[in-house]
């Protein structure tokens, strides 16, 4: 795939991705580089994308030509649940081909092309293929969410043991604000380990907090 496609996804399915995509996306724009976003695969829904409407809900664009074109939102299964089994549940198989073509048409259109994910890294997408297969096969550049709920550093250890095992470049990690967490003490201090990780084993990656816009 192009370059300038990113991929989005996070420590699991509660992270706050879609919220997170939404406000990098704006971001860039605000700094000039017109982004996109895409939702992939879309569980949960039927002809929409509930995803893409929180995207352009916070990046204030209300819906694109290209929402309505079907590019951002290639892949659409109508139960909620790992897009393995919301396929096998509707009968049909994810069509990677045209998830690939839109984003490419995308990738021509734009700076630059947020793609999230479903769920964590190790969703499965078919019963032999996961989203971190997809990410590597891709070549795609990820950008990883996590936050500062409790349990957090866990997973996010546990994933970046698996990006560097797979060979995948660690774009950015977002940690985000949201959803609100009462507990301030480990939000501040799991912030701090996981910007120390990142700056000691992947001094590549841009360390980015991800505000609560209200």
């Keep these: 795939m192009e370059n300038n496609i990113?991929?989005?996804?996070?420590?699991?399915?509660?992270i706050g991705k879609s919220y997170a995509t939404g406000v990098i996306a704006r971001t860039w724009n605000e700094r000039g580089v017109r982004t996109i976003t895409q939702k992939f695969i879309q569980t949960g829904n039927v002809g929409y994308s509930e995803d893409i409407d929180l995207h352009r809900s916070l990046m204030?664009?209300?819906?694109?030509?290209?929402?309505?074109?079907?590019?951002?939102?290639?892949?659409?299964f109508s139960y909620p649940c790992s897009p393995h089994l919301a396929a096998e549940i509707d009968g049909r198989e994810i069509d990677f081909d045209k998830i690939g073509r839109a984003a490419k048409e995308l990738a021509a259109r734009y700076d630059a092309v947020l793609v999230e994910g479903a769920g964590g890294l190790?969703?499965?997408l078919t019963r032999d293929f996961l989203t971190i297969?997809?990410?590597?096969?891709?070549?795609?550049?990820?950008?990883?969410?996590?936050?500062g709920k409790l349990g957090s550093i866990n997973h996010t250890l546990l994933s970046f043991e698996a990006i560097r095992n797979r060979g995948i470049r660690l774009h950015t990690v977002a940690?985000?604000?949201?959803?609100?967490?009462?507990?301030?003490?480990?939000?501040?201090?799991?912030?701090?380990?996981?910007?120390?990780?990142?700056?000691?084993?992947?001094?590549?990656?841009?360390?980015?907090?991800?505000?609560?816009?209200?």
């Design 6 to 14: 990113y991929f989005v996804s996070g420590i699991d399915t509660n």
């Design 175 to 214: 940690y985000n604000l949201f959803p609100v967490e009462e507990d301030t003490t480990i939000q501040r201090d799991t912030e701090n380990y996981i910007r120390d990780y990142v700056a000691k084993n992947f001094p590549e990656a841009e360390f980015l907090v991800v505000p609560f816009v209200k």
């Design 60 to 76: 204030g664009t209300g819906l694109l030509e290209e929402d309505r074109e079907g590019l951002t939102m290639p892949e659409i």
């Design 133 to 147: 297969d997809y990410v590597a096969e891709q070549d795609l550049p990820l950008i990883f969410v996590t936050s």
């Design 122 to 124: 190790m969703v499965p």
